[in-house]
């Protein structure tokens, strides 16, 4: 287990926060926008001084346009949060005490590797079906050889869909 693995996990269980902060940044966006000034004003430039006016067309599909993506983020990580929270219930009481003290406490409790993999594996599971979601190329999936030459052929058919 890598740190980035550790830093995925930490995200994961922190994912409540994270779409509370975006759908703050979303009503800021917006109020930031009606809050300036849609007047006309002068500028300096090369030909003098210059009257413009505030171009409503433009400004109000950047305000939109910035609005969906943050909108976009929210909705990946409600899919995250909803994947995990459902994997987490399906974990022994006992491994989610740990997990969750380790992750959202401050205190290092034990956790054992197996646990860690089968996290991140979940994970891994996740963001594959985000990617698949959004019409995205996911990440090529990492294989390992066992060493047994039947099993490893039939790994690496599959991997290369023969």
């Known amino acids: 287990m890598d740190v980035m693995d550790e830093l995925v996990i930490k995200e994961y269980f922190n994912l409540g ?8 940044r979303r009503d800021s966006l917006h109020r930031e926008f009606y809050q300036q000034s849609m007047t006309t004003h002068l500028e300096y430039t090369d030909l003098g001084i210059v009257s ?5 067309d433009r400004e109000v599909i ?13 909705d990946r990580n409600i899919f995250r949060n909803k994947h995990f929270n ?5 974990l022994p ?31 891994q599971e996740i963001e594959t079906a985000i990617c698949f979601r959004e019409q995205l190329e996911p ?10 030459v039947l099993n490893d052929v039939a790994t690496m ?5 023969l």
Request: include cysteine; aromatic fraction near 10%.
């Open 17 to 24: 926060r994270t779409i509370e902060r975006l759908k703050n």
């Open 52 to 56: 413009r006016g505030f171009r409503p």
């Open 62 to 74: 950047k305000l939109y346009y910035c609005m969906a993506l943050v909108e976009r983020r929210i």
């Open 86 to 90: 459902t994997y987490l219930d399906s």
């Open 93 to 123: 009481a006992d491994e989610l005490k740990r997990l969750k003290s380790r992750y959202t406490g401050l205190k290092r409790g034990y956790v054992s590797m197996d646990l860690l993999q089968k996290v991140a594996t979940e994970i």
């Open 139 to 148: 990440e090529p999936e990492q294989v390992t050889l066992s060493g047994d």
């Open 157 to 161: 058919a599959e991997v290369f869909a």
